[in-house]
């Protein structure tokens, strides 16, 4: 009886499960998952919460105003009909938009070319050994770690015209003996803004060159040193070669926040005196929040955020055409 009943043939169950895991199932088929297909699941998982969000707070609003600067929009930015290109054609008829196009890329290099020139130095400067280098690098954080606002209302005081401290500096020295109204002045408030947007700028470019700085093998300076060669070579051979994609990601970032930079010019001088210091998003805020012209504005908006993927595109075309 017993050697009847072993000789019945078990039916064969199905597996499902992932690496070195398989579990039966009883459907009478053989369903095995691969352990990538499941690491692909997983990983989808994770990414939906942040594309989901991204979907929402970054794709919509700018296809919403890529809409919105088709149409004709009434006073409280609701579209009453399409227009075609005719807020695109309004703003291009305005000079005042060319003047504040081409200073807000004359900002733009001014603050990242000068920022990088002072940041290289200063990385490496860190990166090397000496007495006081951990508080070196921490002082560097402090400015990083105050807000924009921060910053610039403490300069807009600096620089304040009735009781600006380097005023009273040069009063006391003998310098001067009047008031000098630092943001009245057009040219002197352009100069200004430039100043406290490389200081803003430069801890960060700082901080990210260094880490980059960091990844350089030393067994690299170590031959080099053996063969004798001087600090600029060695420099020009081995740290700017290597810091090439360091350099590239730190200067796209710098020029997307700077030319996008509203806090800075805002606070300082509300891009005045008449509209002398706006560069395009503070202009684009005035358009539309004190003119209530909502199409003007998201044609402004298209154009900017158009100039930085154009820009994008062809510096990393550029910068990385050998990877």
Known sequence: MLRSLMSIRQPRLPFIGGRGCLIPFTGGLKLQVSPNHNRSKLAYLFIAPALILILLVVFYPILNTFYISLNSVNALGNPTGFNGFANYTSLFADPEFWDITIRTVKWTVWVVVITTLIALPAAIALNLR????????????????????????????????????????????GITKEQIIWLGDPKLA????????????????TLSLLAGLQSIGNDQYEASAVDGASFLVTFWRITLPQLRQPLTVTTLL??????????????????????????????????AFQYSNFGGASSMAVITFLILVVFAWLFQKITLKED
């Open 130 to 173: 000496f007495p006081g280098r951990k508080l070196a690098r921490g002082i560097l954080i402090v400015p990083w770690a105050a807000s924009l606002m921060i910053n610039a209302i403490a300069w807009k005081w600096i620089f304040d015209g009735q009781y600006s401290i380097i005023t009273h500096m040069l009063q006391q020295l």
């Open 190 to 205: 352009f100069i200004i803004i430039i100043f406290v947007g490389i200081l803003v700028s430069v801890p960060f470019t």
């Open 254 to 287: 710098n020029v997307i926040y700077v030319f996008n930079s509203f806090p800075i010019i805002w606070i300082l001088t509300q891009g005045g005196p008449s509209f002398k210091t706006d560069i395009l998003i503070t202009y684009l805020y005035k358009q």
